[in-house]
């Protein structure tokens, strides 16, 4: 079936699965959730978001959580970076990468940053030059990478444009975030196809919604293409603000599920994990999503 | 991607999904139920079953669903027939096809059909001949074609010498049941090779269930082996009676959305599905776990 022999998971839940979320989670259950994320065997935590409190009280703690949690060695822990604030705020606590954001609407980067695209790429910049300068990874993220709440569907050439422009300030790394869970097979082949000669499948991070039930199905022809990273996040946390009550992030138990049962190596330990989740779904007013999350709680996770 | 133009989906949700349903809903709504599914484009839908009352109270009412219902010349009109009792009822109603169970797994025939494999095939046999005397579809629902909920993995050889067995009887269709929602794609590429000979793609029907969220990465696999042909359950009705709260069926709604955005005709309009679903969820204890339906319910279907 051309699949790798492994996948790399990039962990979002606590910084893209909580910062949506309206239940009061404590300083202490975040420490408590990342550190258990970090004995599962997953190799990138997202922790948190250095992004001004007004716009996101529920990440307020960002400096808190990372100096609580007991780092492990195997792991890379990164932060979402709005600017030079953040920047500065990011480096107090020693991250390991900053996580970047724009996106392939005008609209949503509006809305979301902001800004423009063309300033968001403006506002990038000297972020990322201070980051290798500090021996600090980079992650940019592009959302709406095939279609977006306010604009429908979306232009690869325009993915492909912002893709571009990222590289071409040094970002490292690429997550293309389909950021509404509309996408089908064809529309990960076609975005790809978009992006040749740009980013190859395998430089690629995809990150994926499951908001329609199409996330794996999309990984599978992903990890065909060549891909072999993705962000995912315990339980599907996450939620989606677009469709209220509706699936949010493709669940790393999912994820992790579906690579184990075809002998794809993710690292990650599939019962430590649920037992990760069940540590933040305590403070959450509704139970996750995730299919197998939801599955395994009622039976022997290892089975 | 190398994807039909088309698939032809049975809808098995008056019976499979509402079987196990601990919900009083009443044969009023039940053929409200059915005549809305009629008006959405689905060709194949399965009524009820004609099983001892004793066993499946729920579905005790299947001939007055049967009578009350109007049909629609579109479209075939199934019910589950599990011996010649089962078979003289349906018989006085009129249906156009009749299901018959069997199973892979020797445990699971014995639990959920009390007999034997070898045993069912015998019970089998004669509602085929009489079917074929009287104009009537055949239609053999084969269980756990991968895994077991008492047995575990299940060896394909044991699904190919089924499958042989109810057509060398003059079973006219073969739906390959994964019943508790373990598979992937590798699994279900390692069943067609096992049916090689026997079964094709192209002959079979493939019910699947989403427990792990896994099933249309199932059906994109199948699709791309030559499988035209799947059951699914409106809304995801169905849940599992093996895992308590987590999904069930494949839903109607989550394959509609993704054959639809790749492009791939099922002749049903999503709208009027989702339409039709809701008329059975108001009979339910919890919300039913389609996620396209879950989506689309707090958004305007049609998008």
Not at 122 to 151: D, F, H
Not at 240 to 261: H, I, K, M, Q
Request: hydrophobic share 40%.
């Amino acid at each position: 079936m051309n699949l790798p022999t492994s996948i790399e998971i990039t962990e979002v839940s606590p910084r893209d699965g909580l910062q949506n979320q309206s239940s009061v989670i404590t300083t202490k259950t975040k420490i408590a959730f990342v550190d258990a994320l970090s004995k599962t065997g997953l190799q990138r935590i997202e922790v948190s978001s250095f992004v001004n409190p007004k716009w996101v009280p529920q990440l307020a703690d960002a400096a808190e959580v990372f100096s609580g949690i007991i780092r492990s060695g195997n792991v890379k822990y990164s932060a979402l970076v709005p600017n030079e604030q953040g920047w500065e705020r990011a480096m107090e606590v020693g991250v390991d990468e900053i996580g970047l954001m724009t996106s392939a609407s005008e609209t949503f980067c509006k809305r979301n940053t902001n800004t423009s695209i063309a300033d968001s790429i403006e506002r990038i910049k000297p972020l990322v030059e201070s980051a290798k300068a500090n021996g600090v990874g980079t992650r940019g993220y592009v959302s709406c990478v095939v279609a977006c709440p306010y604009e429908g569907e979306v232009d690869s050439g325009h993915v492909r444009s912002v893709v571009k422009q990222l590289l071409d300030i040094g970002v490292e790394n690429i997550s293309l975030g389909e950021t509404i869970g509309v996408a089908v097979p064809s529309d990960i082949a076609r975005l790809y196809d978009a992006l040749e000669g740009v980013l190859s499948p395998e430089q690629s991070i995809l990150h994926l919604h499951d908001t329609r039930g199409t996330a794996l199905a999309c990984v599978l022809s992903a990890m065909q293409l060549g891909v072999r990273r993705f962000d995912a996040s315990s339980g599907g946390l996450g939620g989606c603000p677009y469709a209220p009550g509706a699936a949010g992030n493709l669940a790393t138990e999912d994820l992790v599920y579906f690579a184990n049962r075809m002998g794809i190596d993710t690292g990650v330990h599939l019962a430590q994990l649920i037992s990760a989740t069940r540590i933040i779904e305590e403070s959450l007013d509704s139970p996750l999503k995730s299919r197998v999350y939801r599955a395994l709680s009622c039976q022997d996770p290892s089975s």
